[in-house]
Structure formats: C-alpha cells, structure tokens
C-alpha cells in the first residue's frame, strides 16, 4: 500500500491550497479515509474524514468551514481543499487509511506572510 501527498506549499494568510493523497495497493473505493496534520512540537490531530460511500464527512471545529475532503475513487484520490488559511494552519498534512492504519509521507503546508 502506497499514499502520496501532494499539493502542499507556502501561502499567504487567507490564501487556499488543495493537497491530493494518491492511493495505490488497496481497493480505494471500499476504504474510508482521513486527513491529519502535524505542526512543530504539537501531537498529530485530524482535520477531515470521509467514509467509503462518501456520505459521512467530519470535521473538527477548528477547520469547519474552511476546508473541504472528497474523493475521487475513479482515481483512486482524495483531497483536501483548504481555504481561508491561517498561520495556525502551518504543519505536515498526512494522508491516512484507518482501517490498515496507514500513513503516507506528508506535505508540508505553511501559512505566512
């Protein structure tokens, strides 16, 4: 099993970015999935999970409203749109498959002006 992250960059306060994990070595379509980050000294947290049929997505508060996880199974891709940046939002985003607990290598995301 291989994720990928992509799409991770340096950006303005208020600014968006949309990271994309790839997923290969598993039925992607049958397994739900979850974005996490981690910034410098702090434990890694979730920020969005969406289930396999794509009609359970969840989001902690601190992201709601600004970011956006879906899925394109066709491609065997979920991404995470994340809009109205923050300083706070500056860490390595993971990509991850609970069920096989799985990460991938992460992307790093930094919001600054």
């Known amino acids: 099993v291989q994720l990928v992250e992509s799409g991770g960059d340096l950006v303005q306060p208020g600014g968006s970015l949309r990271l994309s994990c790839v997923v290969s070595g598993l039925p992607f379509s049958k397994y739900g999935m979850s974005w996490h980050r981690q910034a410098p000294g702090k434990e890694r947290e979730m920020v969005a999970t969406?289930?396999?049929?794509?009609?359970?997505?969840y989001y902690p508060d601190s992201v709601k409203g600004r970011f956006t996880i879906s899925r394109d199974n066709a491609k065997n891709t979920v991404y995470l749109q994340m809009n109205n940046l923050k300083p706070e939002d500056t860490a390595v985003y993971y990509c991850y498959v609970p069920y096989i607990n799985h990460w991938g290598q992460g992307t790093q995301v930094t919001v600054s002006s």
């Open positions: 969406i289930n396999s049929a794509t009609d359970s997505i």
